[in-house]
């Protein structure tokens, strides 16, 4: 009986074989032995199979280092950082896949198809520790802006996973690179700056210094 592991490796090891997508799905499932009835008990289509594929990725990358003893004492950028390291090591296991995948599928200006799934396992991340990071205080909570660091780290995300496509660096060690100057400058615009400071002060004197009832307001 196939698994929805089984299908994903047969999957991937024939259209890294083949350069490209089973003909059909009959003839993917009579090649590893199983019927089209069990193949759509878990996908609808071999596009399902590659999303799935990916979003695996990100959840393996969150099973990984959610256990690890220090994890709740990571801050909001420590978690993010911690996740895209992880994330990464775990991809160049698959990078021939990954490659292809992302290749056969063409660049668009939004989120490529195949990755549909891992967006939503991944923003489900994103929002965990932005909101843990607004409410330590570690970011600053800007009115209509907050809600938007997500969209910024899945930018990033893109970023850093279009520029490991390119990598040759020696052991990715570039994409490391790519990494911590990315989070680290993304975390920097999220959290408080002297501008921050300078608008709540500004609003405590228009609240406090008579200003207000001086305007009419």
Known sequence: MATIESI???YIDHVLT????????????????????????????????????????ARKTLAEIE???????????EKALSFFYAFFELLKGRRSFAVYSLNSHG??????????????????????????????????????????????LWMQFGFVLNFWIKDNSAGFEKTDEAIEKGINVTFDLFERTPIDNLIDYGKFLYNNSGFKEKAGF
């Open 107 to 152: 660049r668009t200006l939004g989120t490529p198809v195949v990755l549909e799934q891992l967006k939503t396992v991944f923003e489900n991340f994103a929002d965990s520790i932005l909101k843990q990071g607004l409410e330590s205080g570690e970011l600053s909570d800007r009115k209509f802006f907050a809600k938007r660091y997500k969209d910024g």
């Open 8 to 10: 994903q490796n047969a």
């Open 18 to 57: 083949e350069g490209t997508q089973p003909k059909s799905v009959y003839i993917f499932a009579k090649n590893i032995e199983t019927t089209e009835e069990e193949f759509y008990r878990y996908f609808g289509s071999f596009a399902g199979v590659e999303q799935s594929i990916w979003a695996d990725f």
């Open 67 to 77: 256990t690890q003893e220090v994890w709740a004492q990571y801050t909001s950028r």
